[in-house]
């Protein structure tokens, strides 16, 4: 009779310490999860389709911020899904990447993807250097435009240990170029002189978002859908060896330069992301599941970014964000011209 009255003490205390640790979550989370909701709503609406369920919902993020003020009650869910479920979000966009097509179709794509990262990342910090622009927003940018836009941004952000303002508007800014892009690409292509499947490749390996190349791709061909997507995939699992080299690179500055604080923790939540890839490679996965799987990824994704959102306050950031995103903007013009050249060269 005394283990079970122990055992009933030990569990009542229990339940009001989960309730405690999980009560405050939902507020935040419940509003995050809305607003993601409205924004996928308007992604799919004509027009306003190519502009991507992200980037919608940024925009209502800081728009709320900058009237209504930040959601004071809400700030604990909040936290918690710019945080937690943005790694999560991560790991599921594991299952997008097929390692086992990218190593067999596509090793001389790896090394396209790879020049497109070095081209990415130091044009754009050699010319934010030049310029005076912030490094930190640079980088975080330069990685994005070089692999795959907001998940490879949301991926090395707590590597680098950027802020979550500068995360959500570096994020911001590669939807919003990444989408103009998308539409010149589409505009061009009958005075480009390439094939379908060149342009397809140069769309894959070029463009920001694994959803910026299909929507190029798309409009010239399923061929061209399929060389664009699989370039892709070669520069999204660029991000798994480019992560951990800058895990590398921070640890190494931090102990140069003496910071009292430690260096970069370990992403694990990128052992997620290789352990997802690896079962949606060679595991028996409906495509139905996969597609199911991929639009939870992007509105766990989009809710993610109504939390790093509302921490953008534009009138302190204003004149921060203007420089990297032209030297992004020349970054980008210079990879897009590089790969055309060699492809028809």
């Known amino acids: 009779m ?47 389709n190519k502009i991507g369920a992200m980037l919608c919902a940024i925009l209502i993020a800081v728009l709320y911020r900058n009237t209504l003020g930040y959601p004071e009650k809400c700030r604990t869910g909040v936290q918690f899904t710019a945080q937690k479920i943005l790694r999560f979000a991560i790991i599921l966009y594991g299952f997008r990447l097929n390692i086992h097509l990218v190593f067999q179709e596509g090793p001389s794509l790896l090394f396209q993807g790879l020049f497109t990262i070095i081209i990415a990342v130091f044009t754009t910090l050699l010319v934010s250097k030049w310029i005076k622009g912030d490094m930190q927003l640079s980088l975080l940018l330069g990685v994005g435009t070089g692999i795959c836009g907001a998940a490879a941004i949301a991926a090395v952000a707590p590597i680098l240990k950027a802020k979550d303002e500068d995360t959500a508007v570096s994020v911001g800014i590669i939807a919003l170029i990444g989408t103009f892009f998308t539409l010149a690409y589409t505009l061009l292509y009958p005075y480009l002189g390439l094939t379908a499947l060149q342009y397809g490749t140069w769309s894959g390996i070029t463009l920001h978002e694994i959803a910026h190349a299909a929507a190029a791709a798309n409009s010239v061909g399923a061929d061209a859908l399929a060389a664009s997507l699989l370039a892709k995939l070669a520069r999204v699992f660029l991000l798994i060896p480019v992560s ?18 430690q260096g970069a923790s370990f992403p694990w939540f990128l052992l997620g992301f290789i352990l997802t890839s690896l079962i949606g490679t060679y595991l028996p996965i409906s495509k139905e599941v996969l597609n199911a799987i991929a639009f939870l990824s992007s509105f766990l994704m989009a809710a ?42």
């Open 304 to 345: 993610a970014m109504v939390g790093l959102g509302l921490n953008v306050h534009l009138a302190s950031l204003r004149s921060r964000a203007l420089r990297p995103l032209l030297a992004m903007l020349v970054a980008s013009v210079f990879v897009s011209a590089f790969s055309y050249f060699t492809l028809i060269l």
């Open 244 to 261: 951990f080299i800058l895990l590398w690179w921070v640890r190494r500055r931090d102990k140069d330069t003496e910071k009292s604080t």
């Open 2 to 48: 005394a283990i079970i009255n122990n055992l009933t003490q030990k569990r009542e205390k229990q339940f009001p310490l989960v309730k405690f640790q999980v009560a405050p979550l939902i507020p935040g989370v419940l509003f995050t999860t809305g607003i993601a909701a409205v924004a996928t709503g308007i992604a799919n609406l004509p027009g306003i």
